[in-house]
């Protein structure tokens, strides 16, 4: 049955935003789908965001207007405040996530003992089809304008580019390490 699933779930068009595998993931992804008792569904590399707070609070309802999965400048985040709409718009940072679909129970277990050891806010998503989630913990989050006003200061701006830098660079090593681990 998993080798089936497995099949589908990897010939499939990717339905990410995107639309295709955030290339600094790509070498990790490739290490567990040739794994016989794992299969990738979906991964993000990390990436940087600003985007607009929907008043609906609902997630399909997010307009981004600056979106990176590599290191960002100043200048990017800067040119991406020009227009602003009312509502309240957001910078984050959010580190590297993957969903992994495993054969069986202990083989979640297995894989998830492995992540821990650089990812330890992973854990089990579903025990119907045994659905791991390897997630990063370093976010970075901050109000930036509200009411069609930049409310921080650019050093501020500076700061949370910084951040979001290091802790970009941070999940890619963790990434790697993890990788290695696999490999071994």
């Known amino acids: 049955m998993f080798p089936h699933y497995k099949k589908a779930i990897l010939s499939r068009a990717d339905k990410s935003n995107k639309g295709s595998i955030d290339e600094p993931i790509r070498p990790l992804i490739e290490t567990i789908n040739k794994l016989p008792n794992y299969c990738t569904n979906s991964s993000c590399s990390g990436r940087t965001v600003i985007f607009v707070e929907p008043k609906s ?8 207007l600056f979106m990176s999965h590599d290191k960002i400048t100043f200048k990017q985040i800067k040119d991406s405040l020009q227009d602003l709409p009312n509502n309240t718009i957001w910078f984050r940072f959010e580190p590297m996530i993957l969903h992994v679909a495993c054969d069986a129970i202990e083989s979640a277990n297995n894989l998830l003992t492995i ?12 025990l119907k ?18 009411g069609g006003k930049v409310i921080v200061s650019d050093e501020f701006l500076n700061v949370l580019c910084d951040n979001a830098n290091k802790k970009l660079i941070e999940t890619h090593k963790r990434m790697n390490k993890f990788k290695l681990t696999l490999d071994n």
């Open 115 to 126: 992540a821990r050891q650089q990812f330890k806010h992973s854990g089990i998503l579903s």
């Open 57 to 64: 609070g609902k997630k399909n309802d997010t307009t981004f």
């Open 129 to 146: 089809r045994f659905i791991i989630e390897i997630r990063g913990s370093g976010f970075v989050e901050a109000p930036i304008a509200v």
